[in-house]
């Protein structure tokens, strides 16, 4: 398949953003990020004050305006990790986003999506802030928020990120959780 399957979602100047391997196949059918029942993105970035309610995956366009943006490595194929080869990432086409966008944060959501990246083993590396930025934008590594990643699930990995963006004042100290 050589067309996008679902749009990024970036502008310049983002206070971050989640870059996962691939859609997933139910968030392909719907054309939406992390659409999968069971998955724990969207109520964990509400838990962690990124958002001022739990938004459903079919809103994801509305995560622009609040300074979020969301992309995968890549941007032609969909299934569980176990099913894509290296051949249907696009590294280049990473960075080259990082580097136009230059986000404060880039999170990738899964261990396997930041060794993809890094090019390195995800024995190699390591939750959380990672010591080579991209420009200015620092790399974060995520556990995974999928359903089927859940014995690696860890929301203090994900509270990290809110830490960072609230030291590099890019997120006000007590967000609204009562806006739409």
């Given at each position: 398949?050589?067309?996008?399957?679902?749009?990024?979602?970036?502008?310049?100047?983002?206070?971050?953003?989640?870059?996962?391997?691939?859609?997933?196949?139910?968030?392909?059918?719907?054309?939406?990020?992390?659409?999968?029942?069971?998955?724990?993105?969207?109520?964990?970035?509400?838990?962690?004050?990124?958002?001022?309610?739990?938004?459903?995956?079919?809103?994801?366009?509305?995560?622009?305006?609040?300074?979020?943006?969301?992309?995968?490595?890549?941007?032609?194929?969909?299934?569980?990790?176990?099913?894509?080869?290296?051949?249907?990432?696009?590294?280049?086409?990473?960075?080259?986003?990082?580097?136009?966008y230059?986000?404060?944060?880039?999170?990738?959501?899964?261990?396997?999506?930041?060794?993809?990246f890094?090019?390195?083993?995800?024995?190699?590396i390591?939750?959380?802030?990672?010591?080579?930025?991209?420009?200015?934008?620092?790399?974060?590594?995520?556990?995974?928020?999928?359903?089927?990643?859940?014995?690696?699930?860890?929301?203090?990995?994900?509270?990290?990120?809110?830490?960072?963006?609230?030291?590099?004042?890019?997120?006000?100290?007590?967000?609204?959780?009562?806006?739409?």
């Amino acid at each position: 398949m050589s067309q996008k399957l679902i749009p990024d979602l970036l502008a310049p100047d983002l206070r971050i953003v989640f870059c996962g391997t691939a859609l997933g196949t139910k968030s392909f059918q719907e054309k939406a990020y992390y659409a999968k029942p069971g998955n724990k993105f969207w109520p964990t970035l509400h838990e962690i004050g990124l958002t001022p309610r739990q938004f459903q995956p079919q809103e994801y366009r509305k995560l622009l305006a609040l300074g979020i943006g969301l992309t995968d490595l890549s941007k032609t194929a969909h299934g569980n990790d176990a099913d894509l080869t290296m051949s249907d990432f696009d590294i280049d086409a990473t960075k080259e986003k990082i580097e136009r966008y230059q986000p404060q944060v880039w999170a990738f959501t899964s261990k396997k999506a930041g060794a993809i990246f890094l090019g390195k083993s995800t024995s190699k590396i390591e939750y959380g802030l990672q010591d080579n930025p991209v420009g200015s934008t620092q790399l974060y590594i995520l556990c995974s928020p999928s359903g089927l990643a859940t014995r690696w699930w860890n929301k203090d990995i994900w509270l990290g990120i809110d830490r960072i963006l609230r030291k590099a004042d890019c997120l006000p100290a007590h967000p609204s959780r009562n806006q739409p």
